[in-house]
């Protein structure tokens, strides 16, 4: 069986579509719009790793600038 490309966007838009309609709908059901209350959590281990990525590219940044003329000092 192929599925094609559009096959998927037609779904995924569908989709998307059904879910912002079931958003409004609970939104004006309640009568007041509320604001997201989404939570993310990440482990140790991402944000361990997050952070190693973040000062390794400060580092590279510091240490090879993309504009070496504009980190010269006179």
């Known amino acids: ?3 094609t ?5 037609n779904v995924l838009r ?4 059904q879910l912002q309609r079931s958003k409004l709908s ?3 059901e309640a009568g007041i719009p509320r604001l997201s209350e989404e939570k993310v959590s990440i ?3 991402g944000r361990r790793r997050s952070i190693m990525e973040h000062v390794a590219h400060k580092a590279l940044e510091q240490a090879y ?3 070496p003329e504009a980190n010269e000092t006179i």
């Open 1 to 3: 069986m192929v599925i």
């Open 5 to 9: 490309d559009s096959r998927i966007q």
């Open 14 to 17: 569908t989709y998307s579509n």
């Open 26 to 28: 609970s939104k004006l």
């Open 43 to 45: 482990s140790e281990e």
């Open 65 to 67: 600038p993309r504009n």
